[in-house]
């Protein structure tokens, strides 16, 4: 057996991933003018051609209603100039510019995408082979159905000459019903392995590593359980506000925005069973199995287990910001969620009464988002009772996801001297500090392995229908009630601690 089958039968996780960059590539970024293009997409497609990663023959289709071919070369590079991690270089920006193309046309005319059709020119690449397509729809949720239908019309979602794969942002749907309608859709056009949901959490090296550290270190996986793990809490906190997202936001909430996506998708990494191997399918069907196996709580149960609140006016970082309500093209009555807290139980035999607690929230103090794993105080301590032995507090391991990344372990260590005195100590490991190199930018990740065909990161239709099946029930005990409020700049609202301290618990300070 040659040595590198050996290695691969030692390690389940280790999977054959390209180093060499992508064939011929035709990427088409539908919604081109627009936020997500300028701060991720470009910057992203312009450090990985910089790096060697992008397919020699690559062509960036931008497709918007701008009539001006060359503005979407100016937008670019202004994008480019703001928003790459690397900044920008005459000799970076030459090698790239050529491969953009403009293509102009309204997303509900099917004429745009006969001549996209036509631009594509029958899938080649001008030198004979194939071309694979990828096409990105960074555009309004209303867009994802009927885009898919057009390409599905006009023959391009077919992979009779190469791959083709079609790339969607969040929100997946608004409701359950919704979700469902959407899945619905896109499988009539395209194949679900062409179908690549993002949720660009996934791309973080921290979150990645979250598998790592449970699945190659033999000290972690014999107690990730509810023998030994007290309670995990999942915080992803933002210090900003709406912004100028009102006529999203105000539809969609703290749930919609992040619950049923992110944060549903950080708990499953977290406690899923180990997968067979480290391939998209298994990896996945894990997930599922975990997403199915949370508690589904009644609309009348909703109160006792979750906490909405809205911010009001309050102090962020040394400045005064308004409340929500006070936040422009949001209605004075509104009751849209800005904070979500929420006690997920596990009902399987790993987790069976080890509570996941889970909130995220606007205006709080900074932002931040980290996964703590909190272990069972030790049984028995033999030097409880010496004179200032102090307070001894149980181990926790901290995954750090924004805006550092890395891990810290709480443990509990003699402080030096002639009395017995003992503190807890942090064990600390940092990405930038240990690797000496900057992380990749979550998008870059994203887009280099659609472009390879690894679906690992991305999410799949039975995902997307389990997280909505958890959230559902609590969106239609809300159907009545107010939020509790909170003052921005604060911890959230006092409600959300009854969620931990019925139990002897408290959040970590955010």
């Given at each position: 057996m040659a040595a590198t089958q050996e290695a691969q039968l030692e390690n389940p996780f280790a999977r054959d991933v390209p180093k060499q960059a992508p064939g011929p590539t035709s990427l088409v970024i539908f919604g081109a003018s627009g936020d997500l293009a300028a701060r991720k997409l470009l910057p992203a497609i312009y450090n990985l051609n910089v790096a060697g990663l992008m397919p020699e023959r690559l062509r960036v289709i931008g497709v918007s209603r701008d009539e001006n071919p060359r503005a979407f070369h100016e937008h670019a590079k202004r994008s480019i100039e703001s928003y790459s991690r690397t900044g920008i270089s005459e000799e970076g920006w030459k090698a790239l510019e050529p491969k953009l193309e403009k293509l102009t046309g309204d997303f509900n005319d099917a004429g745009l995408f006969r001549s996209l059709a036509e631009a594509l020119d029958d899938r080649s690449d001008g030198a004979g082979e194939p071309s694979q397509c990828l096409f990105y729809l960074a555009v309004a949720p209303d867009f994802f159905g009927p885009i898919a239908q057009e390409l599905s019309e006009v023959g391009l979602a077919s992979e009779s000459a190469a791959p083709t794969r079609l790339l969607i942002e969040k929100p997946f749907g608004h409701d359950l019903r919704s979700a469902l309608a959407l899945n619905a859709v896109l499988s009539a056009a395209f194949d679900e392995s062409q179908i690549f949901r993002i949720d660009h959490y996934l791309g973080k090296e921290t979150v990645q590593n979250v598998q790592v550290l449970r699945f190659a270190n033999g000290i972690f996986e014999p107690i990730w359980n509810r023998r030994y793990v007290e309670h995990v809490q999942i915080t992803v906190a933002e210090d900003l506000g709406i912004g100028h997202r009102a006529a999203y936001y105000d539809k969609a909430g703290a749930i919609r925005d992040v619950i049923t996506n992110h944060c549903l998708q950080l708990l499953a990494l977290t406690a899923m069973e180990p997968p067979v191997r480290f391939e998209p399918d298994t990896i996945r069907d894990e997930k599922v199995k975990l997403l199915r196996s949370l508690r589904r709580y009644t609309p009348d149960e909703v109160p006792d287990y979750v906490v909405r609140g809205q911010y009001t006016k309050g102090w962020v970082g040394g400045e005064e910001v308004p409340g929500y309500r006070e936040e422009e093209g949001v209605p004075d009555d509104s009751r849209t969620d800005t904070y979500v807290a929420m006690r997920a139980e596990i009902d399987n035999w790993r987790w069976a009464g080890t509570p996941f607690y889970v909130r995220t929230g606007k205006r709080l103090p900074r932002r931040l988002t980290e996964i703590a794993v909190q272990f069972r105080?030790?049984?028995?301590?033999?030097?409880?009772?010496?004179?200032?032995?102090?307070?001894?507090?149980?181990?926790?391991?901290?995954?750090?996801?924004?805006?550092?990344?890395?891990?810290?372990?709480?443990?509990?260590?003699?402080?030096?001297?002639?009395?017995?005195?003992?503190?807890?100590?942090?064990?600390?490991?940092?990405?930038?500090?240990?690797?000496?190199?900057?992380?990749p930018e979550a998008y870059e990740r994203l887009l280099l392995d659609a472009l390879r065909g690894d679906a690992t990161l991305f999410t799949r239709a039975d995902e997307v229908e389990a997280e909505w099946r958890v959230v559902q029930p609590i969106l239609d005990g809300w159907e009545s009630g107010e939020p509790a409020s909170y003052e921005a700049g604060s911890q959230g609202p006092s409600q959300a601690d009854e969620l931990l301290a019925v139990r002897g618990r408290a959040w970590r300070r955010i």
């Open positions: 105080p030790v049984p028995h301590l033999p030097f409880a009772a010496a004179d200032g032995a102090g307070e001894v507090e149980p181990n926790e391991l901290v995954l750090s996801v924004q805006p550092e990344e890395g891990a810290s372990l709480r443990i509990v260590a003699k402080i030096p001297g002639q009395t017995l005195d003992v503190r807890p100590v942090q064990m600390e490991f940092n990405y930038g500090e240990a690797f000496l190199s900057a992380s």
